[in-house]
């Protein structure tokens, strides 16, 4: 759990703003201490209303609690499918695919299924049953168990 919490705390040294306007209104502000004092008042807002976990905070919660705490403190909305191309495909050692997608993730496959796939053709990435993942053609067909691999 450490090692997969880590990225996502790192989230919070740098806070995503949810309220572009006013970061914007805040710039176009010419007096600098008028200026720092609303970036102030927007930060102090976002404190307040949602209290950032820290290492301690999230230390014995299971992933799923933890990830669901993260998720929530961050807005980040749960999906559960991805649809991208596929830039690169090669084979592993063990023979099995590894499947690089425009948005940049890699995905490597775990079962021994055959999928033809070809550069630039659109894949679904979606949740299965117990935490795996299925890769298909968006045209439908068979389909391979995925796992992330970056």
Excluded: H
């Excluded at 040294?13 to 970061?23: C, G, I, M, V």
């Excluded at 807005?75 to 191309?85: T, Y």
């Excluded at 049953?129 to 992330?148: A, D, P, Q, T, Y």
Aim: glycine share 4%; with cysteine.
């Amino acid at each position: 759990m450490k090692r997969r919490l880590a990225p996502l705390l790192l989230l919070f040294a740098t806070p995503a703003f949810a309220n572009n306007e006013a970061l914007l209104e805040c710039r176009q502000i010419k007096d600098i201490a008028e200026r720092v004092a609303c970036y102030d008042g927007i930060v102090d807002s976002l404190s307040e209303s949602s209290p950032i976990p820290d290492a301690q905070s999230l230390f014995g919660k299971d992933d799923a609690e933890a990830s669901r705490i993260v998720q929530t403190t961050l807005a980040i909305e749960q999906i559960d499918r991805i649809e991208a191309q596929v830039t690169d495909i090669r084979r592993s050692a063990t023979r099995k695919l590894v499947i690089t997608l425009d948005n940049g993730q890699v995905w490597r496959q775990l079962d021994n299924q055959t999928l033809r796939l070809k550069s630039g053709e659109s894949v679904v990435v979606r949740e299965a049953s117990l935490n795996s993942f299925l890769m298909e053609k968006k045209s439908g067909g068979r389909s391979i168990r995925v796992k992330r691999a970056n």
